[in-house]
């Protein structure tokens, strides 16, 4: 992983890399000792204060209710962690992950981020991106395998209410486009929408304290997305200390801009993505581009002069749950106290944060309850899918 560092007290960037060893028979945690102690971002002696507090971090039960209301911030600076290492390490990983600063995170998530990433199979911190554009992986290949499988897809519907008729089945009402409504029966239902939208979908009495779920936060993304008149970076992806800049990514190839045309031939797609973003989400366009525009021509040299083609903006107000300390006992399983409805999301008792491999598990342990309460096997396949 490159780390580019803009923000070095001798005022050059500075280029660092993470990295696991090559050779697979050095066990966790050695697999990452070569490069923290040549990671040029710290000091000796904040690179040694890291490998303490992952080793501390190795003895963490992320399941323990305790570690749930303890803020990771605090915890770090009780093991020494200074504010270069939280900025440089720490937060480079969290924040990405967690979609918040170590300060703003639960002790019970980050430890099991860290933990499952950097202390249990040497190439669990892997990092792959995709070679196409999402929507081909999250939706056009997830409906053919859907439409192959028999199950009708309703697009650009929104779920209007949900209610348990005499036979026992379940009416859900959909509103399925302006003016147009439809009454789906459905022997079970995954209500598979945000923590506020399910508060108010659900019947009466399908959880205990169902307020609990407007406990829970959301937290925002930003993506900026550039496109140059010429290549102005050779890595596919790099992170960035002492700027406002968190991550960057080369999206020529995955958003088929080459195949667009002659006017784009050249051309560099660079998106850079913003998690954490809550001092950027309103800012508008215009004042974006004068702020991200002269921090990527400071991190990339040959940006300076290059042309911009395009430049728009990207907003997920409400991309992930807030992982908050003490959020945890606001989530809630999949199964609720009615037969036949589950619930499903990133947000719900998954023990994994707001990730992709905390939405596969919900929708997974979702379709487990259901499969059981019919009494219909249930092979889970998390073990191949995560």
Known sequence: MPVLDVGHPSGKPRLGRLRRAASPLL????????????????SLAERAAVGRAALALRGLDPQDPALDGT????????????????????????????????????????AMVFKTALLTDPGAADIGWAHVPLGELHDTRARAALKAAGVRTLLRTRATGIARAADGTWQVGAETG???AEQLTAETVVLAVPQRETHALLPDGALDEPGRLLEIGTAPILNLHVVYDRKVLRQPFFAALGSP?????????SSGLAAKGEHWEGCQYLAVSQSAAQDDIERPVAELRARYLPELERLLPAARGAGVRDFFVTRERTATFAPTPGVGRH???????????????AWTATGWPAT???AVRSGVHAAGAALSELGRPHVSPLREAV
């Open 178 to 180: 302006p003016g147009t």
């Open 27 to 42: 066990p966790v945690p050695l697999h990452l000792a070569k490069s923290l102690a040549t990671y040029p971002h710290l």
């Open 245 to 253: 800049v968190q991550w960057v990514f080369d999206r020529t190839e």
């Open 356 to 358: 992709m491999e905390g």
């Open 71 to 110: 803020d990771f911030g605090g915890w770090l600076r009780r093991k020494g962690q200074s504010a270069r290492s939280v900025e440089a390490l720490w937060d480079l990983i969290g924040v990405a992950t967690l979609n918040a600063t170590a300060g703003e995170s639960s002790l019970g998530l980050a």
């Open 331 to 345: 989530r809630p399983a999949a199964r609720t106290n009615t037969p036949g409805l589950y619930l499903a999301g």
